[in-house]
C-alpha cells in the first residue's frame, strides 16, 4: 500500500513541469500519476498551488565535528539544511582532527549518526597523507578535497607534485576531487606585505587574494586533472577570470565542474563597508563584474552547480576591527534555497533550471543519479514542496545553525520550502522541523552508477614506478 500521496501539486523536473500527484511507499517514489488516481494510501496530503522539486544537494558544507562543535556539529548542520529544503550534503575535512586517515573518516562517521538529511563525507589530499588515500577509499570516502590555498583550520596547501600523486591514485577509484582553488604562495607573501604595512580593512582581504590566485589554480589544477584523467571540481568560483580556464578545460575534454555560491551572486565590494569583517569569507568576495560574469555562466552552464559554503563562526569570532582576526564565512545550507528562489521570482532564473544546479547536476557529477536529484519513478523520495509565494525575512537569530550571524540579515525573500521529505519522510513540515528526526540521515553511495573512470598515463605514476621498483 502506498504510504504517503503528495496531491494537487506541480511538480518541476529540470527541462519541464507536470501536474500531478506524487506518491511514496517507504524510501522512493512509486507512483507519478494524474491527480486523483490514487486513492489508498495512509496518508494524503494537499498541496495544491505548490511545486515540488527534488531537494537541494549542496556539495559544500562545513559542519565542524569533531573538533569545533560550538560553532557547529551534525545535528545542527543537518537540522538547518532540513530547514532549508536540503535533502543531502558533502561534508569537508578539515575538521580537528582533519578527514586524513581511514581512522579518521570513521570517526567522523561516528559523529554523523546524528543527522537528519543524508550525507556523504570528504577526504583530505594534502601532503602528508598521501599513503592514507587508498584506506580513505576503501573505507568509503564519497570525494576528496585538496586545500590549494589556506582557509580555517590552517591545513598546509599542498605542493603540485603531492596533487598531481594524489590525484593520480584517485583517478583509478572515479571519485571527484574539489578544489580550494587559490594559490597559496601568492597569497600568503602579498597577505604577510599587507600585514606589515599595516593594512587591516575589509576591503584588504580582496587584495591578499586577487583573481590571479584562482584563475592560475583553475588552469593548474586543470592540466593536472587532463594528464591524469582525475575527476574534479572547482569549489566556491568568485571571479569572471576563473570562468575562462574553466570553460576552456571543459572543451578540452576534462571531466571538470564548478560551482558557485550566493555570496558571490548577492554581494560584492560595495558591500565590505556595510557588512565589515562579517562579510570574510576564502575566495573573498570580489567586483559587481564577476558576479554579474558568475550569473551568466551559471544560466549558459559553464558552473554547473549552486552550493553554500555552509561556514559557521559565533559572531564574536566573526566580528574583528582587524581583518585578519575574522574568521572566515558564514551559515548557508538554510538560506540558499529562498535567496535563489527570489531570483526565480524576479525572472532571473527559471525553476526548472534551479533545479538543474541545486540538485540533477551535483547527483551526476558525485554519482547520485538516477537515486538522488530527480523526481522520477523509483528515485529517493528526496523532495522540497515550496511556496513559490512565501515572503520571509532572514534573520540570524531564526537560523537553525550555531552560527547566527549571516551577511545576508534583513533581506526579504520570495519563496520558500514549506515540506522537506528525505527518503520518503519528513524531516520538516509547514517550516517547522519534525520531531524524533535525529539519526534519519544515512551516507550516500557515490559512482555506483558512474560510467568507469578512465584514468590516464598511469605507466608513468608514480605509483606505478615505486611498485616496479620495489618488484626489481
Known sequence: MTDIILTGGTIVHENGRERADLAITGEAISAIVAPGTITDAKETIDVGGQHLIPGGIDMHVHFREPGYTHKEDWQTGTEAAAMGGVTTV??????????????????????????CVDYGIYGLLAEDNIDEIPGLIEAGANAFKCFMGNTFGNLPSPSTGAMLEGFEIIAGSGLRISLHAETASIMAWRQERLVKAGLNDPLHHIAARPEIVAIEAVARAAILAEWTGARVHVLHISSAGELRPLAEAKQRGVDITGETCPCYLFLNSGDYERLGSVIRVNPPVREEKDSQAIWEALNSGVVDMIATDHAPHTPEEKTNDVIWDADCGFPGVETQMPLMLTQVAKGRMSLEHYVKISSANPARAFGLWPMKGRLAVGAHADIAVLDMSREETVQAKNLHSRGKITPFEGQTTIGAPVHTVVRGRFVQRDRTLCADVKGHGRQVTSIQTMPKADPRNQDQSLATILAAGAAS
Open 90 to 115: 558533502f561534508e569537508m575535512p578539515n575538521t580537528n582532527p582533519p578527514t586524513r586517515s581511514a581512522t579518521e573518516l570513521r570517526d567522523k562517521q561516528r559523529c554523523a549518526a546524528k543527522a
